[in-house]
């Protein structure tokens, strides 16, 4: 029973646009979530993360916004950009057990040029 | 640049053979992680561990065992390899009691035919 779910598998934006990947929680307990990209035979590299005690968290082209009541999280990127074409993995963690964290299945995103 | 190495990129082995993935990070993180990566399902826990020969069963340890003899390096060993562990193995580390954010290595993609 997957505690982080990424409904969508794959999704296409045209270069410029806005770019939303959603992500939804059943772990109450979870507190601290994270986003990691991963590009085809490289392993996946930290992105942007936010603590339950806010509700967004900025970085450059990327934000993400978290609503604890409807236990989900999006992530933004404006403008999206051909190099943004990549996997996109959430993660969440429950801030015990030895600092693990659960990642969501992916969600693939295309930004076409 | 924290850097995490797998020993291999990719590995072809036979059905019961025993086969050694090895990780090693130079951040002098307590935390690493083994992972598989398998389409649909996301990254998967392994195992872990968060110290010296101490180790901790993920969700998914059946069929692997795990050695951490020194602080920078953590094995995972797989004891009779079946097709079923045909996958991608990401080993990762991180510091203990920091912002969960772990660094991934660039992955080992084995087949067991």
């Known amino acids: 029973d997957q505690q982080v779910k990424q409904n969508s598998p794959s999704l296409s934006v045209q270069e410029g646009r806005i770019s939303i990947l959603n992500c939804d929680y059943t772990?109450?307990?979870?507190?601290?979530f994270l986003w990691y990209k991963k590009y085809p035979a490289e392993g996946p590299t930290f992105l942007i993360s936010?603590?339950?005690?806010?509700d967004k968290n900025e970085d450059g082209r990327f934000t993400v916004f978290l609503n604890k009541s409807a236990k989900h999280l999006s992530l933004h990127i404006v403008p999206s950009q051909p190099g943004d074409s990549a996997v996109y993995f959430c993660?969440?963690?429950?801030?015990?057990?030895?600092?693990?964290?659960?990642f969501g299945p992916g969600t693939s995103l295309s930004v076409i040029p | 640049d924290v850097k995490v190495t797998q020993s291999s990129r990719y590995l072809v082995k036979r059905t019961g053979e025993k086969v050694f993935l090895e990780c090693v990070q130079d951040?002098?993180?307590?935390?690493m992680f083994w992972y598989r990566q398998d389409p649909g399902l996301g990254l998967r826990l392994i195992y872990f561990?968060?110290?010296?020969?101490?180790?901790e069963k993920g969700d998914i340890p059946e069929g692997y065992s795990v050695s951490r003899e020194k602080k920078e390096r953590f094995s995972l060993i797989l004891e009779s390899a079946s097709t079923n562990q045909t996958s991608m193995y990401l080993c990762?580390?991180?510091?203990?009691?920091?912002?969960?954010?772990?660094?991934f290595g660039p992955g080992t993609r084995l087949t067991v035919t």
């Open positions: 990762a580390s991180s510091f203990m009691g920091g912002s969960y954010e772990q660094y």
């Open positions: 772990n109450s307990m979870f507190d601290y």
């Open positions: 936010i603590s339950s005690i806010k």
């Open positions: 993660a969440a963690s429950a801030g015990t057990s030895y600092d693990k964290v659960i």
């Open positions: 951040m002098d993180h307590e935390n």
């Open positions: 561990s968060y110290d010296v020969k101490m180790k």
